[in-house]
Structures are given as C-alpha cells and as structure tokens.
C-alpha cells in the first residue's frame, strides 16, 4: 500500500525512533506507539492525511472486526513490516458506530497542525476517546434509549454504584444492599459500559446474561483521598452542598465514573456539577424478572416490537422517548405525583386539536438534550447549532400552541409548561447568525450569514470576483490559443493549472510552464494564472479561517447556556410523555384509573394492550379482577393450557405499571392502590451458564419474591413447583400459597394445572378460586378467554395435544391411558372420588397409622443382616404383599398421576 498515494501529504513523514522492545521505528511510529502506551485498551485511530490509521494488534484486530485490508508497511531501518489498516475519515463515523457496537474503545490521535504547513514530523495528540457508553455522535448511538455508564464499588455495606448520562449532564449515586437488587437496577438503567470490581463468578454471569450488549470493564478503586480530589477538580466547589446525601461507597463509584469520563473527553469540561441520589424512594419497584416476564421494554425474544413500550410510545421527541422509557421501567409510587400525571393526560385526551398541535410542534424539536451535551463538550459542528436553533423555534411554536388552550379551561394543569424558559437570546442569536442550512464541519466555510462580519464579507466578495476573473482568464486563454476545449482546473496538490487535450499540444504558447503530465492531457501554468489563483486563495484560507474562529466563539457562547437547554429539554420531554400517553388513550379507549393508598386492585373489562394490539379487531375478550389485601387478596387460577390464565395475569399487572407510570390503563374502568413492589414468577428456562436447573432457576425467583414481597406488593405466580415430583412440587405450591395468603397477606394471582391448591380457599375468605372458561364440543375445546368464579372441572391436557398437532394414534393410547388411570385411581378409593378437602388432609395431615407391610419393613435392621438373611426377609415380604399387589399397584399409581380431587390433570403443562 502506497502511503504517499492516497494519503496526501501527512503520509511522508519520515525518521527513526525505537519501540519499548528496543527495535527502531520511524518517528512517526514512535509517535504511535507513545499513543497506545497511554490507552493500551483502545484502538488507536491514528490520523495519517485523509486516512485514520492501526498498526500492530489493532490493525489485525480492526481489519477483522470493519472488513478492511490488512496490509503491512516498512517499520524502520532495518526493514522489518508490521500490520497496518486504515479507514478513511469522511468514512470514520460509520467504523467508529461498528466498533462501539462490538464494545471496544477508540482512542482518536489528531493532526494538531496543517501538514502542508510543518516541516518533519507532523504533531500528533489523542483528543478524545470514544466509548460506546460515552459518544455522543449521531451514528454510534440510538436517540431513543439513554447512554448510561455504570461503575460500582463494593464494601462492607453492598454495592456502590454511579450511573453517568453524559447527554443529559446527569450523575447519580447510591447504595444498593446485594446481588439481587444490583441485577435489578442494572437491567433498569440498562448500561452500555459497566465498570465494576472483581466480582464472584455467578453475580458476573447473570450480569452478562441480563445485560448482554453491556461492555463490562474491570476497573481498580479508588483510595478516599483520591475519590475526593477527583471530585472537587471536576465538580467544582462547592459541589456537596449541591448534591444529595451521599455514602462514602456511592461517593467512590462516583468518582470511578468521572475518572473514566474525564480519560474519555480529554480537556473537555463535563458539564456536570453535583451528584442526585439513585435511590428513589416513591417508585414502584420492578425486578430483573418482572421486566423480562412482562416484556416491558421488549419480547422474551429480544425485540422491541410486540412489547408494551412499543404500544405506548408516541413521542415526538428523542427526549420524550427516553423518558417514557424510564418512567416504564421505575413507575412512580407516589399518589399525588401520579394524580397530576393523570391530570395533565386527562386534559390533553379531551382536546384532540390540541394535542394535534403540539404534536406537530414537538415533532420539530429534535433532541435539544445532547445538542447540548455535544456543544458544551466542543463536539459540535455548525449544521449541529443549525439543528438547535430549529429545535428552539419549535419550542416557541410549543408554547404558542398551549397559550392557545387558555380558553379550555387548561391554564392551571398546563401552567408549568407555558411558564418554561425558552432560550430566546440563545434562538436569536443563532438565528441572527447561521446561514438557514449550515455545513456539517467548520472548515468548509460558508456557516454565517451576509452582513454578520463586514471583513467576512469583503474577503468572500474578493473570492468570489476572483472566481468570477478565472472564469473570465480562462475564455482570454482559450481565444488566444484557439483551444476549444481549454479549461481552468484545480487540485490540493498543484493548485490551479491549464489543462490541454494531447490533440491541442501543437497550440500552447511558449511563455506556459508545464507543470503535469496525465492520461489523454497536459497541465501548464502562467505567471498571470498563478498571482490571480494567489489572490483568490489568500481570501478564502483567511474566510475560512476566520469563520472558523467566529464559528468557536459562537459555540461557547451557546455552551455558556447548556443548563437552561437541558432544562427546557426536559420540560419538553416530559409534555411529550403525557402526550403520548394521552394520544394512546384516546386511540384505544383506556381509562383513567382511581389511584389511592389503599391496598385494592380492580379492573373492569381489563385488556392486555399488546395482545389486543396483535389480535384482529374486537376479538380479544376483557377480563375483570378484584384483589384487596383486606380481603379477598389471593386468586388461584386454574384451566387448560391456552385458556388465556397467563394472558389476564399479566394484563392486571401491565395495568399497575401504566397507571402509576402516568399513564390510562386498558379497561372500562380502574381501581389501583399504590403498588411497592411488583413480581412475578412466570415460564420455564435453566441457566447452564450456572448450572442451574429450571426447578432450581424457579426456586431462586420464588425465594426472592418471599423475601421481598410487602402488604403492599403484587405478585404474580404461573405454575410453582414444576420440575420435580409431583408430591414435592405439590407441597411447595401449597406452602408459597398458604405464606402469601397468610404471611405477606398482599394482592396476588398464581396460576396452577395443581387442582388440589384450589382446596386452599376452603375456610380462607381472603382466597378465591377462579377459572379460565372452556367448552368442550365432543373431542374439541372451545377456550372462552373468560375468567369465570371456581375451580376448573378439568385441564383438558389432551385435547390441547390434539390442538398441537400430536398424531391421532398417540391421542387415542393417551385417552385409553388416562381412562386406566382414572380407573384405577376410583377403585382404590371404593369407587368414588374423594372431597378435595379430604384430599389435602391426606397429603398435608398427620400421617396415618402404618399398615401391615409397612410394621414388617419397620422391623427390620438392614445395618446387621448378612446378605443371606436379606434374601430370605425379602422372599418373606414377596409373599406377603401378595395379596394387595392390586391395593399397592393404585397407590403407585396414584402417586405419579394426581390425586383422588382431579387424577386427570397434568402436572407439568403450563400456559
């Protein structure tokens, strides 16, 4: 690969140096290396004319991960190649997005001067380090989700742990007590960069399994004299009185988070200046589990659409988008908050054409939040202003559209947006000085408007009469020579030149000097060509570099005002959130739910938003539920498998989430008592990865559920104790029924093919059964999606089969199989089923009185029997259970197919 070829001039820098190992290497080289030592963890793109360059290990590394071509180039004197491979940097940006992606650092080593203006080795800096939790730039990051970095610290008292927003400015810190509540918060905020302390191997690999395009980095601590010198160099003074009460461990991965963002943006002022508590008291609290289950923010599959974010998110605004999201995934708890909330949807759902208004209004905004962050870094280019001052004028027009709505009755619950700062000077002086569309980077001139600078001014006339003299030069030239097809040209390397046709040679003047040979023509130049391209040249380098400096001004004087814009930002956000909410309820017909502090739980014709989305019009069937930890407060649901249990159990808990986040619930009408926490216990899956069974991996998240569940919690259980034998798996359900019906006493809804739980609402006011509806039509099932008061009659587990597609002979062994066993299951009980409540003292009772074989095993001692006396007492113990072989043979059987209340049920199916 030739350097010089395609690099332009840059690319001829030339010397020696040595390498850590004591090989020479060009100064250049040197330069490089000295480069990677500072950040051996990054790939170093090395800006070498119009290419950004790797050598050694990155290049093999970068040419695999971006396809580019790996080639090699000489190192030294001595003549040895290493590895290069480069990216062009008007392409930069889409190899920086892939490299981030795949959740490496870039370490950006700048040209700090003008090549063609340094003699020997060009200086060279790293001026920033790109990382996929800490960019900024449009193509590498999604405007719709936040950019979190997280660091973590661990002490005697738990988890510290920070999470830095450089886009909105925003550090918080706290304290969280173990594993299990660091898992949650993490999949809340859901980093793309985690730095953490060693950690133990099961908590590090559901953190990879929960957050799988998270980079984890490991990161050192920071002693306490450092945490705080780091903090008061990059905060500023003054900053504890501005933050929040905080630990000395949050303090510290604060500070492991500032670290890294200051290597990050070298030189570059952060825009931060106090740190906000991460603990919200007054937010409903979702685990890992919870947000997985009920596929909040996206499908068990991984996708966004099908999940309930994608149903509700009508934002106009990237801003709003992310806020809606967070509002999901940490819903308030706090009934006068989420009544203003609902004050405000309920206002903008009555007034269609205003909320047209402001849509159309928001929908010009754009994402004023990282402008901001991009402009106070210095990252910004002009068209990047151009685009903030369009937002800001779309504010206006935001405002104007609500001072509209004061004659409808909207002044008081719309106040506090039309009394929002709108940056006016800021709008006007962008708008006084920006051409209308500004050019992507600073260096190609033509950002400000005419009559801004009057030397601006006259510099762009004198180019533009020079341009106007070439063209006037170029037609002299060509009726004094008679070349017809005579042209003015230029290039970066020659300048402007006189290009001929071969064919023409004979008619070139002997006073031009040939400066060029190419394929099919030659270029000349004259002395009069050369003054005149002087002239022009002088006016535009000292244009551009004068915009350039006018353009640098500009930018920190709009940079001086980031907080007011990141304050109007959010204030804009949050109206897009409610509108967005609103224009939902008014499509779908939601209503707005009565919130309280009481412990009630009720919907009336309650729908599932994202079923009934998918489902063709009118064909979902709404549900109702009543639940109050007062009374009625646990529902055991039972029915066949497709009957819909798990949809109506996760609907009532959708609808807690939406009410509290602000939002209108699907359902006639709503009744919701704040809610502390939510959990559910939903599917089958192991974890390999750690050894976990899937009887282990529900186990876990029932412990966790008992453990943390309060009065004030609503859980949600589908199918406890599968994955063993049906006795244990039995005793288990009815234990976790009975401690969160009678310990916990909270609203809860748990899902079982276990009929014999149904017996756990006898003598129990506070549990109820209920049942998802079927009809049976001959050998088919007809599923009514209606939950229905009582326990279900039967599971109907064959006819689901047959739904599935099981071949008829396989039904027809099952059906004669299962009539065997109910057979036999009737003759060992005298021929008629048994009570369920005579069902459940059997199994959880005392036991009964041994019977004659088992007085005979009793007797024995296996621990002083030769083997010889074995076989005889066991020849004996043949005969004598002879007789009951038939008695013995129904117990077994009994034992693995159910019970005397409902043999036919299958145990391990689910919905």
Request: charged share 25%; hydrophobic share 45%.
């Amino acid at each position: 690969m030739a350097l010089s070829g395609r690099r332009g001039r840059g690319s001829r820098e030339t010397g020696s140096g040595t390498t850590a190992a004591g090989a020479r290497v060009t100064p250049l080289l040197a330069q490089y290396l000295r480069a990677k030592e500072r950040y051996p963890d990054a790939i170093v793109f090395f800006r070498l004319g119009d290419f950004y360059e790797m050598f050694f290990e990155d290049a093999v590394l970068g040419a695999r991960l971006l396809d580019v071509t790996l080639t090699s180039r000489p190192a030294g004197p001595d003549g040895e190649r290493i590895p290069m491979a480069g990216v062009p940097v008007h392409a930069a940006h889409a190899h920086l997005a892939r490299l981030l992606e795949q959740g490496h650092r870039v370490a950006i080593c700048e040209q700090m001067a003008d090549p063609s203006r340094v003699k020997g080795l060009v200086p060279r800096e790293v001026v920033r380090v790109v990382t996929p939790a800490l960019s900024l730039d449009e193509g590498s990051i999604e405007p719709r989700v936040s950019q979190y970095l997280v660091a973590l610290s661990h002490g005697p008292g738990g988890f510290g742990l920070a999470s830095l927003e450089l886009g909105a400015a925003e550090l918080r810190a706290g304290l969280v007590a173990d594993g299990a509540a660091l898992l949650a918060e993490l999949v809340r905020l859901e980093p793309r960069e985690l730095l953490h302390p060693p950690l133990e191997a099961t908590l590090l690999a559901s953190i990879r399994r929960a957050l799988p395009r998270c980079a984890l980095r490991e990161s050192t601590s920071l002693a306490d004299t450092d945490v705080r010198s780091l903090l008061d160099e990059a905060l500023g003074a003054g900053w504890r009185d501005r933050s929040d009460p905080l630990g000395d461990e949050a303090l510290r991965a604060a500070a492991a988070a500032v670290r890294y963002a200051r290597e990050a943006h070298v030189g570059a002022a952060l825009g931060i200046d106090r740190i906000g508590a991460a603990a919200q008291p007054d937010r409903l609290m979702l685990d890992e589990a919870a947000v997985r289950n009920l596929e909040i923010v996206r499908t068990l599959s991984g996708e966004r659409r099908g999940s309930l974010l994608d149903v509700v998110d009508e934002t106009c605004t990237p801003p709003g988008a992310r806020l809606l999201r967070r509002r999901l995934l940490a819903p308030a708890a706090d009934v006068a908050t989420i009544r203003r909330r609902h004050d405000v949807v309920e206002a903008l759902c009555a007034d269609g054409p205003l909320r047209d208004a402001l849509r159309e209004a928001l929908a010009g905004v754009g994402d004023l939040e990282r402008l901001a962050a991009r402009v106070a870094l210095g990252q910004a280019g002009p068209r990047e202003l151009g685009a903030m001052r369009d937002g800001l004028r779309a504010a206006a027009r935001v405002r104007a559209a609500l001072e509209t709505a004061a004659s409808r009755a909207l002044d008081e619950t719309l106040a506090r947006w039309r009394s929002v700062d709108l940056c006016d000077e800021v709008r006007a002086r962008l708008e006084g000085e920006l051409v209308d569309e500004p050019p992507v980077a600073a260096g190609a001139g033509g950002i400000f408007r005419a009559g801004v600078c009057a030397e601006l001014d006259e510099l762009r006339q004198i180019a533009a009469s020079g341009r106007q003299m070439l063209l006037e030069y170029e037609r002299r030239e060509r009726e004094a020579t008679g070349i017809a097809s005579l042209r003015v040209r230029y290039n970066e390397v020659f300048g402007h030149y006189l290009e001929v046709t071969r064919a023409n040679l004979g008619r070139v003047p002997p006073h031009w000097r040939r400066r060029q040979t190419v394929a099919g023509a030659e270029r000349f130049v004259t002395d009069e060509l050369e003054a005149l391209a002087g002239r022009i040249a002088g006016a535009e380098e000292r244009s551009v570099a004068l915009e350039q400096a006018r353009f640098l001004a500009l930018r920190a004087e709009v940079a001086g005002h980031a907080s007011r814009l990141r304050t109007l930002s959010s204030a804009l956000a949050d109206l897009d959130v409610h509108l967005s909410f609103a224009r939902v309820a008014a499509r779908d017909n939601w209503c707005r739910p009565t919130i309280d502090d009481s412990v009630r739980l009720e919907l009336e014709d309650g729908r599932h938003p994202v079923v009934e989305r998918l489902a063709p019009a009118g064909t979902f069937v709404p549900n109702d539920v009543r639940l109050d930890a007062d009374g009625e407060r646990l529902w055991i649901v039972t029915g066949p498998n497709m009957a819909g249990k798990s949809t109506v159990m996760r609907q009532a808990a959708v609808a807690v989430v939406l009410a509290q986040a602000g939002a209108f619930v699907p359902a006639r009408r709503a009744h919701v008592g704040i809610v502390d926490r939510l959990f559910t216990r939903i599917g089958a899956s192991d974890d390999i990865g750690r050894g976990a069974s899937t009887f282990m991996v529900e186990m876990r998240e029932t412990a966790s559920i008992l453990r943390g569940a309060t009065r004030r919690s609503f859980v949600v259980l589908d199918e406890i104790g599968r994955g063993t034998s049906t006795w244990d798996g039995l005793a288990i359900a009815w234990a976790v029924g009975e401690h969160l019906a009678d310990v916990v006493r909270c609203r809860a809804m748990f899902a079982t093919h276990y009929h014999e739980l149904c017996a756990l609402a006898d003598g129990r006011p506070h549990v109820a059964n209920v049942n998802a509806s079927v009809r049976a039509v001959g050998d088919a099932v007809v599923f009514l999606h209606r939950l229905a008061r009582g326990a279900a009659s039967r599971s109907y587990g064959i006819e689901v089969a047959r739904l599935a597609g099981l071949p008829e002979s396989v039904l027809a062994r099952a059906r004669l199989r299962l009539a065997e066993l109910e057979g036999a299951a009737r003759s060992a009980r005298g021929g008629a089923r048994a009570a369920p409540d005579r069902a459940q003292l059997e199994l959880f009772g005392p036991p009964a009185r041994p019977g004659r074989i088992e007085q005979l095993l009793l007797a024995l001692d296996p621990e002083r029997m030769t083997p010889l006396e074995a076989l005889v007492e066991l020849s004996r113990l043949r005969a004598a259970v002879r007789g009951e072989a038939d008695a013995v043979a129904a117990d077994a059987t009994m034992d693995i197919h159910g019970s005397n209340a409902c043999p036919e049920t299958s145990r391990a199916s689910h919905d």
